[in-house]
């Protein structure tokens, strides 16, 4: 794992604390029975009996690939494979990558809740238990905007441990929280802090920005694992750190278990995750905006566009509209309004407070799953040409939020994956983009994306949209 300033996905979580005795608040005594502490005049008892009940729903993930790697670049060059023999020192061997991380078992027949990024392109996934069995496990589900991923055990029955759900949105500033993973490997730990702080949105690591800060000590290799509370519950899955060293701080970061849960239960049902899509876009509120809008602090999410006939536009929001409520829970940002709509989840409503002109009023959203309007059509383009090596889709609202696409463009051909090595690579598209014309022809399907990439051309002028900027090239010519 590379190390650098800022934030750190942390693998296992971090384990609870054993005990207070160490620093000579209690006397050691296996006659005493152990409670956890309800009150400050009891802090000085153990958090051991909590530790022993839910440590063994705490897993360790191990997750591997293999790559193929050349020892020498040299033999991609014909003349140095003829002179040097063939495969002679060139032919590529297998390497298997592996990373480490947590888990959480969160059904007794051996669902396993992590992190997406403990598990990225695994070709193998194996968990250890906490009585040392280690189990292969199939990913059932993964969803990279929320940075988690739900793994089902294999080679053994159950029941096996679990940890309940608490409800996240319960939680306070100060509440005591304890972390159980197993950072840098060295076996499960246990530690314990606070809430530091709640609905943290500026911290990057997924699409849904709306994370529980605590000081519990977290390190790489915590990831996945569990932030519980102090009845045993799971308040969070441990996801990131915020560090200089690449060691803990106090600043870490768990996604709250009210969002987990939306995964869990859709894992569950067997069903593919669906988020609510309601057909606009929000902007946070500036200090300038708020003055605007005569309102005394920045706070909500502001309307800036309504797709036609799109939940929104059906609701009855339009531009402008300032949304400070969602179902009677203050907004203070978009990333406030899209982890409550999420957790609302899609088939259901949602009661929007919103100002307009000064006037406050209620609008009734329903939350429905993104339409695939195109279809996607999905190609891989084989033809001789930049696109060579790429498979592409059609845009769509549930294209669009599958892969985390921002921008306003309702039609389109969105690159969906790049094969390592190919042309489509080494021209240097990314997964994410979208092509907007080609030679001059508007490229609104993927149908017409391979009639153009058939044909030969001198030159090709591209026009790709990337992170809602246009870019304009030309290669060859």
């Not at 490997?185 to 990057?204: E, F, K, P």
């Not at 600043?251 to 995964?263: D, E, Q």
């Not at 690579?425 to 080609?438: H, L, M, S």
């Amino acid at each position: 794992m590379r190390l650098r300033f800022g934030l750190l996905p942390f693998g296992l979580c971090l384990a609870l604390l054993g005990g207070l005795a160490a620093f000579g608040l209690t006397e050691r005594s296996t006659a005493v029975e152990r409670t956890v502490p309800q009150s400050a005049q009891e802090i000085s008892l153990s958090f051991a009996p909590l530790v022993k009940r839910v440590s063994p729903a705490v897993v360790n993930v191990y997750a591997s690939r293999v790559v193929q790697q050349r020892v020498s670049p040299f033999m991609d060059d014909p003349f140095f494979r003829r002179f040097f023999g063939g495969d002679m020192g060139g032919a590529p061997r297998k390497r298997v990558q592996q990373s480490l991380g947590s888990g959480v078992i969160i059904e007794s027949s051996g669902l396993v809740v992590t992190n997406y990024h403990v598990i990225e392109n695994a070709d193998e996934v194996k968990v250890a238990l906490s009585d040392r069995r280690e189990l292969p496990a199939d990913i059932i589900l993964k969803d990279e905007r929320m940075d988690l991923a739900v793994l089902r055990l294999k080679g053994a029955k159950g029941p096996f441990p679990v940890i309940e759900f608490a409800d996240s949105d319960a939680l306070e500033v100060g509440d005591l929280v304890l972390a159980i993973g197993d950072p840098f490997g060295v076996g499960q730990t246990v530690t314990s802090g606070i809430v530091s702080a709640l609905a943290r949105s500026q911290v990057g690591a997924s699409d849904y920005q709306f994370f529980i800060q605590t000081d519990a000590a977290i390190n790489p290799g915590n990831s996945g694992g569990a932030l519980i509370d102090m009845k045993g519950r799971l308040v969070g899955i441990n996801t990131a750190i915020y560090s200089r060293s690449g060691g803990s701080i106090g600043i870490g970061f768990a996604i709250p278990s009210n969002l987990v849960r939306v995964v869990a239960q859709s894992a569950l049902s067997g069903k593919k995750l669906s988020l609510p899509w309601i057909g606009a876009d929000f902007q946070d509120v500036t200090a300038d905006i708020a003055d605007g809008l005569g309102i005394d602090r920045p706070t909500g999410a502001l309307v800036s566009a309504v797709r036609a006939d799109s939940p929104a536009a059906k609701a009855g929001l339009a531009a402008g509209d300032l949304v400070v409520k969602a179902d009677g829970i203050d907004i203070d940002d978009p990333n406030a309004l899209n982890y409550r709509l999420a957790t609302r989840g899609v088939g259901s409503s949602s009661t929007l407070t919103v100002l307009r002109g000064g006037k406050e009023m209620q609008l009734t959203l329903a939350l429905e799953a993104p339409p695939e309007v195109p279809l996607r059509d999905e190609r891989a383009i084989d033809a001789e040409s930049p696109f060579t090596g790429a498979t592409v889709v059609n845009l769509s609202p549930a294209v669009a939020v599958e892969n985390g696409y921002k921008g306003n463009r309702e039609r389109g051909v969105l690159i969906e994956k790049i094969a390592d090595g190919s042309i489509a690579a080494r021209v240097g598209f990314q997964p994410g983009d979208v092509i907007v014309d080609v030679n001059g022809v508007p490229i609104d399907t993927t149908r017409i994306l391979a009639s153009v990439a058939g044909q030969p051309a001198d030159a090709w002028r591209l026009t790709i949209e990337r992170g809602g900027r246009l870019i304009r090239s030309t290669i060859g010519g």
